[in-house]
């Protein structure tokens, strides 16, 4: 069995479990498919010296604007509205809690109001800092992507109870039991494919759920 080949049988199963989102097609084109919310945010830029001097550089080097499109279990980023493609793509299948970034302080937000998607395991690289101008554009968000959590995750949820949380409740994670499952069986799925060639497809596998 080839690269190919087992490139197409991990896409083939990882579709049906997980949300992959679509590298790249064009923000236009997205708006048209069943989006849950969209609009302009400023994002944290990710990396270690923005970690390292966020307290000491400006907020327009440290937080950039972004077009921000929820669709389908993912979240997209654009540099506007009408982009050719976006500049992240993230899959919310892993990611259980949204929240204020209360540990940031004013002037290193970018805006009035910050939060972030925190990855299950909390690892540094997978929490995206994100901040609107104004509390009810947050509440929003919050609100939005938390009902994407739970599809992303295939939780059971209630999307009227979810739209009468108040921000305790929005904060609170969600059930991470169906991730270990889901991973078990993605990682016993990769084992098979490992046996029967001979080859690693992690980083490709990997590349598939985080891109």
Known sequence: ??????DQR???ITLSKVPIP??????????RQGVSHQGWLRRKKPGKLTAVLGSILPSSIMWEQVYVVICKGCLYFYNNEYGNKPQKAVSL????????ASELKLKQA?????????YVLDEHDRVHYLS???????MKWLKSIKLELYKANGVDYSED??????IHDLETPISTGNYFSRMTDLKQIKEVVEDDSGM????GFRYRLFY
């Not at 069995?1 to 087992?6: F, G, L, P, T, W």
């Open 110 to 118: 970018g805006g009035v109001w910050p939060f972030k998607v925190a």
């Open 161 to 166: 109870s979810i739209i009468d949380e108040d």
């Open 10 to 12: 991990l896409q083939k």
């Open 22 to 31: 679509d590298k790249n097609i064009d923000c236009q084109t997205l708006l």
């Open 1 to 6: 069995m080839d690269n190919q080949e087992i």
């Open 93 to 100: 299948f892993g990611y259980t809690r949204i929240m204020r």
């Open 132 to 138: 609107a101008p104004c509390e009810d554009d947050m």
């Open 200 to 203: 690693d497809p992690s980083a």
